[in-house]
């Protein structure tokens, strides 16, 4: 597609379920990026990848959070065993090299709400 | 740390007056500095950025946003809003040496009629 392409839009879950966000990148953007934005907060930042490998993965808030990406393509964020304070907009962003001086492509995000 | 502090969480204004929505940062290395906008119902999308040269850079709906490097400052504005304007906006750095960005926690711009 012409956009960053993120699923599901929404997903609402149990606490203490997994949970998968997937997100399409723009073809040919080698840097794609995570970030989570709670209600009436700023943008967290969780993950940056270049290619396939994760050179900054500092804003992961615990390990139950996991990322990847394949074929310099698709990224999935995964969340296990999910408590409330998870419940936030996951945004995902590309851009086609690393952000420096780039501009970023968002996606509309995926809502999470983890009840 | 770096940080982003955008002032005013929500800016309430009528049709046709200016507006300024300010945003300072802390880092102690240059900085390359963005203004992003989100729509209702819309992603994030970059309205101008400044990496270098002219302090003064512009968008093209009308929007400047002057770099102030002593201040370490990044105030955007606008000398006549439209209702369309109506939007949330995210004050955004890259600190030197980095590749991404932080963001400041975002400023609720409400145009009225």
């Known amino acids: 597609g012409a956009g960053v392409s993120q699923s599901p839009s929404n997903k609402v879950t149990e606490k203490g379920k997994d949970v998968e966000l997937r997100c399409d990148p723009i073809s040919g953007h080698t840097a794609l990026y995570w970030y989570r934005q709670r209600l009436g907060q700023g943008l967290e930042f969780l993950i940056y990848f270049q290619g396939n490998s994760a050179p900054d993965k500092s804003g992961l808030p615990s390990d139950r959070f996991s990322a990847e990406r394949t074929g310099e393509s698709v990224s999935t964020l995964t969340i296990q065993r999910t408590q409330q304070e998870d419940s936030a907009v996951y945004l995902c962003?590309?851009?086609?090299?690393?952000?420096?001086?780039?501009?970023?492509?968002f996606g509309e995000g995926s809502r999470l709400t983890v009840l | 740390a770096q940080s982003v502090t955008q002032l005013d969480s929500q800016v309430p204004v009528f049709e046709e007056a200016p507006v300024e929505l300010r945003c300072n940062y802390s880092s102690s290395v240059s900085v390359y500095l963005f203004w992003y906008v989100q729509y209702p119902n819309q992603g994030l999308q970059l309205l101008l950025k400044y990496l270098s040269g002219s302090t003064l850079v512009e968008s093209i709906n009308g929007f400047e946003a002057e770099f102030n490097k002593s201040q370490t400052s990044f105030h955007l504005r606008k000398p006549s809003v439209h209702i369309s304007d109506t939007a949330e906006y995210f004050c955004?750095?890259?600190?030197?040496?980095?590749?991404?960005?932080?963001f400041g926690a975002g400023t609720r711009l409400a145009v009225h009629p």
């Open positions: 955004a750095v890259i600190p030197g040496g980095y590749n991404k960005l932080i």
């Open positions: 962003a590309s851009s086609l090299k690393a952000a420096a001086t780039g501009e970023l492509f």
